[in-house]
């Protein structure tokens, strides 16, 4: 029982960067199955910056500071792999790669994270070639449709997140409000909802949770295993995967109409220890488009590994 597990202090081997591996897709619902946002690949790199890490000391309200480098891809198709007419295409084709740096400042009760990212729609998102590459691999029929995808289009984002501990009524339960605001060529939204914790965790700023298992760290446990709920209403302004460009025409491709408002909820599990973090999710959303049959499902696993030593203050 969790109850019955004492809570000491854990000294461990403290690290200053972790490199991470997130894949996303809709056929992780252990069914065959490609439809709408149908995979996501995700490389982040996050570490100890010196220049802001100097600055923290155990009475300061800013308690570390960590920055990440990311680089993604996202893909996006109909409902049908035939879909290549206007009434057939209920989600636009579409990509989007890109290349983003952020940082994470953690305070005692919440985090903030910011970040800004570059990266390209339509053609030069490589969607088309690196998703018939995966299929011809796991011997699936090719969408037919791709010549209609949303064209190409510059991608520059801002991104703010704001996290808040509202709720800690026991060490194996917490709550936070979560905020963001995200604004750009390509995206442009707002969203707000709760995070839930549910078992052996860290405080945010030595969490798994927001990748801050590096740096100068003391633990409560001598592992992090725990459930998290997170739903979330989201307003999205534009999406230019669902609309094609912001700027310039659209001729040739076959973009759709925004939903404005929609409901996303995500489960999942993480576990850390020593180098090693691990996650599993699985995440249900409202429709984005208006015209798509069926809400979005797709779950996700992670990996992260943990490298160099910390050196200590002097």
Do not use: C
Request: hydrophobic share 35%.
């Amino acid at each position: 029982m969790l109850a019955a597990i004492s809570f000491g202090i854990h000294a461990q081997n403290n690290y200053t960067a972790s490199l991470g591996l997130i894949t996303e897709n809709d056929s992780y619902r252990w069914k065959e199955n490609d439809r709408y946002y149908t995979n996501g690949i995700f490389i982040q790199l996050d570490y100890i910056p010196r220049t802001f890490q100097q600055k923290t000391t155990p009475d300061s309200r800013l308690k570390k500071v960590t920055t990440f480098y990311t680089l993604g891809q996202m893909m996006f198709t109909p409902g049908r792999r035939s879909a290549k007419t206007t009434w057939q295409i209920d989600r636009p084709y579409a990509g989007y790669l890109f290349l983003q740096k952020g940082f994470s400042f953690f305070y005692k009760r919440s985090v903030l994270q910011s970040n800004l990212n570059i990266g390209v729609t339509g053609r030069a998102s490589l969607a088309k070639p690196l998703q018939n590459l995966m299929h011809d691999a796991l011997n699936y029929k090719h969408f037919e449709g791709w010549q209609y995808q949303v064209k190409d289009e510059i991608g520059l984002n801002l991104q703010i997140k704001y996290d808040y501990t509202l709720l800690q009524p026991s060490r194996i339960i917490d709550v936070a409000l979560t905020t963001q605001v995200t604004a750009g060529t390509i995206f442009t939204n707002t969203s707000g909802g709760f995070i839930v914790r549910l078992g052996l965790f860290e405080q945010a700023s030595q969490s798994s949770f927001y990748n801050a298992r590096i740096g100068n760290n003391q633990y409560k446990h001598k592992a992090e295993w725990y459930l998290y709920f997170r739903p979330q209403f989201v307003y999205q302004f534009y999406n230019a995967t669902v609309q094609g460009r912001l700027l310039g025409n659209n001729d040739g491709s076959m973009p759709g109409e925004l939903n404005h408002g929609i409901y996303e909820q995500q489960l999942g599990f993480m576990f850390a220890k020593n180098r090693w973090e691990a996650m599993i999710n699985y995440t249900l959303k409202q429709k984005e488009v208006k015209s798509m049959k069926s809400n979005e499902r797709y779950g996700a696993f992670g990996l992260a590994y943990k490298f160099g030593r910390l050196k200590q203050k002097p």
